[in-house]
């Protein structure tokens, strides 16, 4: 600090910052982001991380910028920083590079070049426009002679006092040409060397550039002990957590099985070598706690890193469906209330309303869930004082993942590690030194085995990760017997073996839909089991509640429909869950559907409730699907291993007026595996249906599809450095284009509506951000995707306005209902005639 007060800076970054003050922050907080990482060439990294953030903003200094801030006038080419400021930074990095003779470290000024010409936008290709603009810099020539004339002089005050290593700005110019050569002819031999480490070497400095930035420019990060702090988690909190939480529950064979499955999970940690072992695997039937097992496994590998290797990893659970995030996430969040000062046997005795809001006390630091639903609120407590963040700079941390725990969704999670866009390449450096749970990882798309394989190894070994695949359908994604995988589950048959609590029943004749109806209702009315239907199709499943409505209310009279759209008769609860269901209304039915009552309940759905969500029936009817997703159906039946066997029944539907079988909408690589491996069909055991045919059909499923290709594609664009080919990489594919819709089922969505339309009038653009955040998850509550082709006019008609359908309380009756969701164009014309 000692040229600070001999040289008066006048030169700003922001209104209300001196670039002086930017670049010096954005540097020391990069560099202690790096250093603050185990992984190897720290040292050199950080400073060349420091460089990075001291150069970023260096063409901030000419009068066409400072004219923007001072006189609040456009912004024109000339205000542009990027180019100028990546320059400079490709060469600071070169001569420190060069005074510490690192021959190995090449490719870093042009790491650089391309961090510091992005850090406003996103990545493009080393190799396409942006290389090309570098044959055109009229605009870059006139800000240097702008320098030159009005703000060189400042400029060599700041970096005399914040550069580590000697700036001479004369050199600099007057190498420019010389420069911007070397920048095209190595970013050539960059993209040809085809080498991921180039990739993750981009990805990784890019996101310490965007995160150090932000947070300074937020008024966050001045230091990195003004982050929120790192905190310390016991890795015997979720044993003492299971004291309390099962005190007095039966010892049932299936609790034994449970606290037997934990216990060799847990104590596995003793055959493990931290260094070595990096991939690993918890393969355990549905219903057997592998939560909280995976849980507390990495509560004590993350113990055993910081003993072993010196350092805290974070943990992030990531599971592919938003239907259990929140289930999950307030189970992570019960057990740290046990360090948060809340007792648990107060927590367990609260009634629900209080609980929930008690475990939303839960610091942001310790745990935080990060999906597009997720409320935008990050809480800290300082000195015994608890407060909530502003809402820009909760967003600001809860997207870059600034969390001991992190509980997020597979599509947050494989788009921030093959990424080319700013806002989710931020988050990459909090995945460094990780602990990564990937809870129902049979999810993941056969065509992408190849390309999670070679990600996940890579980030594992050189970015010092642990990854733990969670499923009770291991997909041949990593194989053990190549030693890229140890299961923390010696011998997973004994557990499998252990549960029959169904029988598979297949019937791969196709059978009419409209047989298949009547064959469901008959069912419910004759017997008295709770029962699921799994359909594949969102419409087939309101066609099918609609029959078994019509049905149910011959025999019981009209059924009374609740708030959240379940339709009560004596003694029997109609559900239907769908995406097409506002997901306030959604989640509420799920966690209806989970409660134990005297009502039998029936509940007809797709494949949303396939895994992961504690329900429990007796039958479980299954449109024919790939068995992986067919044995996760039936995780919802007989969950708890009752006496009496349950049954899954899977059937192949046809639509006979449109001549189709409802199976299509799967890859048929995966339908004619299933039927491989299951033959003409018939009746099987779930021991011996799990453990003998499910490894068959992982055997078929990689002979016969094509794994290579589509996993080949992205990984070649990565080596390429073709940035903005990754954007086409879609974890899920989307047949269609889909429109978000606002419905207003009721007068408090036609407040938040209202407040909406409000937000939306206001000019300033970054007020209407800020504004939308703070009501955005309650606005999400009342938001459905839905096929654009399918929508219809009175929905469209708002979508110039805002860009985003709305179905008003007035049009409610036309556009939605309340029991089976959106109304499609469809199904409305058929309404009216």
Request: with cysteine; net charge negative; glycine share 4%.
């Amino acid at each position: 600090m000692s040229k600070l007060f001999s040289f008066n800076f006048k030169l700003k970054s922001h209104p209300d910052k001196l670039l002086y003050e930017h670049l010096k922050n954005v540097g020391e907080l990069s560099r202690e982001i790096m250093l603050c990482k185990e992984i190897k060439n720290k040292d050199a990294y950080s400073e060349i991380a420091y460089l990075i953030g001291i150069a970023h903003d260096f063409a901030k200094a000419t009068t066409y910028f400072q004219d923007v801030l001072e006189k609040r006038i456009t912004k024109t080419e000339n205000a542009h920083h990027g180019m100028l400021s990546s320059i400079f930074g490709y060469y600071l990095v070169s001569e420190y590079i060069k005074s510490k003779k690192l021959d190995d470290f090449n490719e870093i000024p042009l790491v650089a070049w391309i961090v510091i010409l992005k850090h406003h936008g996103n990545i493009q290709d080393l190799l396409g426009r942006e290389v090309e603009k570098l044959k055109d810099l009229d605009i870059v020539e006139t800000q240097i002679e702008d320098i030159k004339r009005n703000s060189v002089g400042e400029l060599k005050g700041i970096y005399e006092d914040i550069s580590t290593i000697n700036v001479d700005l004369e050199g600099f110019f007057g190498k420019f040409g010389e420069m911007v050569k070397k920048i095209e002819l190595e970013g050539e031999s960059l993209v040809f060397s085809k080498n991921i480490d180039n990739y993750f070497l981009i990805l990784f400095f890019y996101s310490i550039l965007l995160d150090a930035d932000k947070l300074d420019a937020s008024g966050i990060g001045i230091a990195i002990e003004s982050l929120p702090r790192r905190r310390d988690i016991p890795s015997d909190l979720i044993d003492r957590y299971k004291e309390v939480r099962f005190s007095g529950s039966e010892e049932s064979d299936i609790n034994m099985v449970r606290n037997e499955a934990y216990e060799e999970v847990t104590s596995s940690l003793e055959r493990i070598d931290v260094e070595r072992d990096r991939i690993l695997s918890i393969e355990l039937p549905t219903g057997c706690g592998k939560t909280l097992t995976a849980f507390s496994f990495a509560l004590k590998l993350r113990e055993k890193v910081k003993k072993e290797l010196g350092f805290k990893p974070r943990i992030i659970y990531s599971l592919p469906f938003l239907s259990i995030i929140d289930q999950n996430a307030e189970v992570f969040s019960e057990v740290l209330a046990g360090i948060e000062g809340i007792s648990w046997k107060e927590l367990f005795d609260m009634e629900e309303e209080d609980r929930s809001r008690r475990l939303g006390e839960i610091s942001s630091d310790l745990i935080l869930k990060h999906h597009h639903l997720a409320d935008v609120v990050y809480r800290i407590k300082e000195e015994g004082e608890e407060f909530e963040m502003d809402v820009e700079k909760s967003l600001l941390l809860i997207e870059g993942w600034h969390s001991e725990i992190v509980v997020t969704t597979f599509v947050q999670f494989f788009h921030s590690l093959i990424t080319n866009r700013n806002r989710a390449a931020r988050k990459f450096h909090n995945m460094v030194n990780s602990i990564i749970i990937l809870d129902e990882v049979q999810s993941i798309p056969y065509k992408y085995w190849v390309l999670v394989n070679n990600a996940l190894k890579y980030l594992a070994e050189e970015y010092n990760c642990w990854v733990v695949l969670v499923t009770a359908t291991l997909p041949l994604i990593f194989r053990e017997e190549k030693g890229e995988i140890k299961p923390l589950i010696e011998n997973k048959q004994k557990y499998f073996e252990k549960f029959n609590r169904v029988e598979y029943d297949f019937n791969l004749e196709e059978k009419e839909f409209e047989e298949f109806k009547q064959e469901v209702l008959d069912e419910i009315l004759e017997s008295d089991k709770d029962i699921m239907v799994v359909l594949n199709r969102i419409e087939s499943s309101k066609d099918l509640y609609s029959f078994v409505k019509e049905g149910l209310e011959r025999e019981y009279r009209r059924g009374k429909v609740t708030e959240e759209g379940v339709l009560e008769f004596e003694n029997l609860e109609l559900f239907n869950l769908s995406t097409h269901i506002i997901p306030i209304h959604r989640l509420e039915r799920i966690r209806r559907a989970k409660e134990e009552g005297e009502s039998r309940k029936v509940i007809i759905t797709t494949q949303l409730i396939e895994a992961g969500v504690d329900i429990s029936v007796d039958l479980i009817y299954r449109d024919l699907a790939p068995l992986d997703c067919i044995i996760q159906t039936a995780g919802r039946c007989n969950r708890n291993n009752e006496e009496k066997k349950g049954a899954v029944k899977i059937v192949n539907l046809k639509d006979t007026e449109n001549n189709r079988v409802f199976h299509q909408i799967y890859s048929s690589t995966l339908i004619w595996a299933t039927r491989d491996v299951t033959g003409k069909g018939g009746k099987f055991e779930e021991r011996d249906f799990v453990t003998i045919f499910l490894s068959k059909y992982y055997d078929h499923v990689r002979e016969r599809g094509s794994i290579e290709e589509p996993s080949g594609k992205v990984i070649e664009v990565l080596e390429s450095l073709r940035f903005s080919e990754i954007s086409d990489f879609r974890l899920i594919d989307e047949d269609y284009w889909k429109m978000d819709v606002f419905v207003e089922v009721d007068e408090e969505a036609k407040q938040i509506w209202s407040k909406y339309e409000g937000i939306m009038k206001k000019e300033d653009r970054f007020e209407r951000r800020r504004e939308f955040l703070k009501m955005k998850k309650r606005f999400y509550d009342y938001v459905i995707s839905v096929d654009a082709k399918k929508i219809g006019a009175i929905v469209t008609g708002n979508v110039s306005k805002y860009n985003i359908g709305y179905v008003s309380l007035d049009d409610l009756e036309r556009k939605y209902d309340l029991e089976t969701g959106f109304i499609t164009r469809e199904r409305e014309e058929a309404m009216i005639l």
